[in-house]
Every structure is written in structure tokens, then in C-alpha cells.
């Protein structure tokens, strides 16, 4: 009851409803172009949060979020570009439908189940999530060091690409974190004689660089987007005799969002496509899966919004995100000076159901603003690309310069922006180097406390048990990722060597 007590007078007496309809709103929009991501989105939104109150200012990240994963299925039902990488999964029979005449009864279907995963997904967050974090009570400085090492291997075993990219991306993440005053001692170093590195390189002007600018620079080098047609432009929802037909695929997928939304590393674009593989696997008629079937876009969309509430389960319990979105939403709790974890439910209880009650306003207002945006979506998909590029552009600029006022971040921006566009071509993830940031002093601080207390010892990290168990777990998942990594090499090797023999073969 006294939670109950917490979201209302959130919603009563601060801005949360303003500030989950505003998200939901730049959110749809945003995750209606293509190319530009749900962090994305986030990202550019970041700087502008900086002097709100902490409550609206995470409620219009998340809701944010929330609008995004369903954004991303309007151009991947009407022009087969999805939004979002979640959405490829909707684009295959959310297209098809488009192309027999009944774009307007898909867009309808995906609304319907992208409401109904997130209110399933808020449910498990509100349920689960301080149980969770209470666990954390238990933890040392030992423990907190190895939980920021498990969160960064994590990470960086499942990140696209090998192994050691991401390892050497979340390096280069806790490198920068070091820049800045010592946390201990108050020694200045890697300042370079510059005041404004006194204070360290905040982590949200490496954010917006590396997710917004970089984007922004690979897109400017792709052709123009495909444009959308304005035919069946009308969301047509479904009657109840189809609601009874997807309610098994809409299981799936809020099952599977459930899950991947725990796991770190996992994100949405995995939970979409299994959950559409599962509804096919389930399916009384599987093959009319990629000719039109309705439960391709059920599944997919039930799982991409579920997972954008069970997402913030880790983060919220242990500070850990799981995606890039979610890492947007830790570097926006801790620029307000709220560290994740049991301590936060101890301390800010007002805050933590406050953000309840701003996402359960966002996934119920979803469903009205998904009827009413549909139309504004089309029209921004359909301006030019120079055009809407630049004016994206001048929101980073302008966001970032009214933080501090402070030509210095601009340039720090602008660098992370040129560093993430050759991250880019060369295969780098991002998710490891933001995480490593976030959590370097959580590592450093609790790594060096720890030693304080045995002089210098490091058995301490080894006696501790919850300490030792992830330190373990950490290794199995390097250990693992790289036997991975090993196996698909020799695979890949062996594929082109028969390959080459194969060519050779005609000519002998």
C-alpha cells in the first residue's frame, strides 16, 4: 500500500504523465525512422534531462523506450524497413499483409500486442525487482568489483562480433573512466592541465557521440530510405475472434521477453525472433508463417515491448544494463545521483513507484497515441534524408551545449561520435566501452577499498563467496564466448577451404 501511496502522489504531484506522453510521443516517432535505434532516440532525448526533476526525467527515458520498440514496426509493416533491429522480425508477415491490402489490420495487430507485452512485462518488473535487489544487500566491496567485472564480460561475450573486440571496447571504457580526480586520494590525472577534465569525461556526452553522432554519420554516407505509401494508413484493430486467434502467440512472445529481458546482453532483436520461430514451431498452421499470418507480428511485437519493462529488472536490482538502452537509462539515473541497486528502493522508494506509475501511464497512453501518430510517422519517413539528418544533427549540438555551456563538450562529443564511427566499420560493439565507463568507479572504488582492508592482499576477492561465484561465473562466460569464437573460425575456414576445392575441381 505504501508503494501504491508513492506512484500516486507521483502522478499528482510532479509531471510523470506529461513526461510518459511526451515519451511515448518522441519515441514512436523516433523509432519510426530507420537507422535510428530506441538508444538512439534516448540518447538525443538525454542531454535535455539534465535540469528536470529525477522522476520525469526517467520516466520520459523509459517511455521513450516504450514508444521506440513499437515506432520501429510502422515502416517495417508499410515499407519493410524496419525502424528498429526488433522490427525486422514484424517486417517479414507484417509486409506481406501490407502487400494483400491489409496494412491497416497489421498495424492494428502490432499496437494491440505491443500494449499488451508491456503491460505483462510491467507486471513482472513491479513484482519482481526489489525481491531482486534485496539480494544485493549481501554484498561487500568484493562483491561489487566482481559484479562490475561480470557485468563487463557479460557484455562483452555477447556483443556482435569476437570476443576480443568487445573485451578491448569494455578496456577502453573503464580507461576513460580513470580520467579525472582519483576517488580515493583526490589526485588530478590524464587531465592533461585541463580544468574541464577535472571532473572526468561525463559519460553522457561519450553516449550521445557514440550511439546519436556516429549513426548519424554512417547514415549520411547510405542511400535515401524507402518512402511510404499513404494507402491503408488507418490502424484497424482486431476483432475478438482474431484476439482468441494470437493469444497463444502473444504468450510466447511476453514468455520469452520475460527472459531475455533479465539477461544482460540480450535485448529485444533476440527475443523477437525467437518468439516469431516459437509461434511458428507452435502454430496449428506454421506454413503460413511469411505469407501473411497474423501471429508473426503478435509474437515479435509482445516480446520487443515486454522486454523494454523487464529490461530495467537488472538494472534497477544490480546497476547491470542489459542493452544499449538501458545503458542510456543508468547514465540518466546516476547524472541525477541515483545509484541502482537495494539502496535505491531504501532510499528513494518515492522514486523507484514513481517510475512505476510513469510506465504504466506510457504503456496504457501507447495505445491511444499508436492510434493517433500513425499519420505524422508516414510524413517524417517521407521527408528528405539531408533534411531530417541536419535537423537531428542541431538537436545533439544544441543538447549538449545547454548542459554546461561549454564549447569543451561539444569536442569530447564530437570525438566520441568520430571514435563510434570507426568502431562501426570495424566491428567494435559499443555496449562493452559504455558499460566500462558507467562502472568504472563502481570497479575502481570497490577494488581499491577491498585491498584497504588486507593490506594489499588480493585473497580477499577469493574468501569472499558471493565474490568468488562471480568471479567464476565471469570466467565461464569469457571462457565459453572465446571456445565460441574458436569453433565458428575453424567452421568458417573449413567452409571456404571446401569451397576452394570445389572450384578447382571444374578445372582439373
Request: proline fraction near 6%; glycine fraction near 12%.
Amino acid at each position: 500500500m505504501e508503494g501504491l501511496g508513492y506512484a500516486w502522489q507521483a502522478l499528482t504531484t510532479t509531471p510523470v504523465v506529461f513526461a510518459a506522453v511526451g515519451g511515448v510521443v518522441w519515441g514512436i516517432l523516433g523509432g519510426a525512422l530507420p537507422g535510428i535505434s530506441p538508444s538512439i532516440t534516448m540518447a538525443l532525448l538525454l542531454p535535455f534531462t539534465y535540469g528536470m526533476d529525477p522522476i520525469p526525467a526517467i520516466v520520459l527515458l523509459a517511455s521513450t523506450y516504450v514508444g521506440a520498440e513499437y515506432g520501429g514496426s510502422i515502416p517495417a509493416i508499410l515499407i519493410r524497413t524496419p525502424g528498429t533491429n526488433a522490427a525486422a522480425a514484424t517486417s517479414v508477415d507484417g509486409y506481406e499483409m501490407q502487400k494483400q491490402g491489409r496494412g491497416g489490420e497489421a498495424l492494428g495487430i502490432s499496437l494491440v500486442s505491443g500494449v499488451t507485452g508491456g503491460f505483462i512485462g510491467l507486471s513482472f518488473l513491479v513484482l519482481f525487482t526489489e525481491p531482486l535487489a534485496s539480494v544485493a544487500l549481501a554484498f561487500s566491496f568484493p562483491a561489487y568489483f566482481s559484479l562490475g567485472i561480470l557485468g563487463i564480460s557479460v557484455i562483452a561475450s555477447l556483443s556482435t562480433g569476437s570476443l576480443v573486440k568487445g573485451l578491448m571496447a569494455g578496456v577502453a571504457g573503464l580507461m576513460i573512466a580513470t580520467v579525472g580526480t582519483d576517488p580515493l586520494s583526490g589526485v588530478s590525472r590524464y587531465t592533461f592541465h585541463q580544468a574541464e577534465l577535472l571532473g572526468g569525461i561525463e559519460f553522457i556526452l561519450v553516449m550521445v557521440g557514440l550511439f546519436a553522432v556516429s549513426e548519424l554519420l554512417v547514415q549520411a554516407g547510405r542511400p535515401e530510405w524507402r518512402k511510404a505509401e499513404h494507402t491503408q494508413s488507418r490502424i484497424r484493430l482486431p476483432s475478438f475472434r482474431n484476439w482468441r486467434r494470437l493469444w497463444k502467440a502473444q504468450g510466447i512472445g511476453s514468455g520469452i521477453g520475460i527472459f531475455e529481458g533479465c539477461m544482460p546482453g540480450a535485448g529485444g532483436s533476440i527475443a523477437a525472433f525467437m518468439s516469431y520461430n516459437e509461434a511458428r514451431r507452435w502454430s496449428k498452421e506454421p506454413e503460413k508463417f511469411g505469407k501473411g499470418a497474423p501471429e508473426g507480428i503478435a509474437a515479435p511485437e509482445c516480446a520487443n515491448n515486454t522486454v523494454a519493462s523487464t529490461a530495467l529488472v537488472p538494472l534497477l536490482s544490480f546497476g547491470i544494463p542489459g542493452s544499449n538502452s538501458t545503458a542510456i537509462l543508468l547514465g540518466g539515473l546516476l547524472i541525477h545521483g541515483l545509484q541502482p541497486g537495494p539502496l535505491l528502493f531504501d532510499r528513494n522508494p518515492d522514486f523507484v513507484y514513481g517510475l512505476f506509475s510513469g510506465l504504466a501511464v506510457a504503456n496504457l497512453s501507447l495505445f491511444f497515441i499508436g492510434m493517433a501518430v500513425l499519420t505524422p510517422a508516414i510524413w517524417l519517413v517521407n521527408r528528405p534524408k539531408p533534411y531530417l539528418l541536419a535537423c537531428i544533427y542541431a538537436l545533439v549540438l544544441s543538447g549538449i551545449y545547454s548542459i554546461n555551456h561549454s564549447l569543451f563538450d561539444l569536442y569530447i562529443m564530437l570525438g566520441a561520435g568520430a571514435v563510434g564511427y570507426f568502431m562501426r566499420l570495424l566491428g567494435f560493439p559499443f555496449l562493452p566501452m559504455v558499460l566500462g565507463l558507467v562502472l568504472g568507479y563502481l570497479i575502481e572504488a570497490n577494488y581499491r577499498r577491498a585491498l584497504q582492508l588486507t593490506d594489499g592482499d588480493h585473497i580477499i576477492f577469493i574468501e569472499d563467496p558471493i565474490s568468488l561465484g562471480l568471479l567464476i561465473a565471469a570466467a565461464v562466460f569469457v571462457i565459453g564466448s572465446a571456445a565460441r569464437d574458436i569453433h565458428m573460425a575453424k567452421r568458417e575456414a573449413r567452409r571456404k577451404a571446401e569451397e576452394r576445392l570445389a572450384s578447382q575441381e571444374p578445372g582439373q
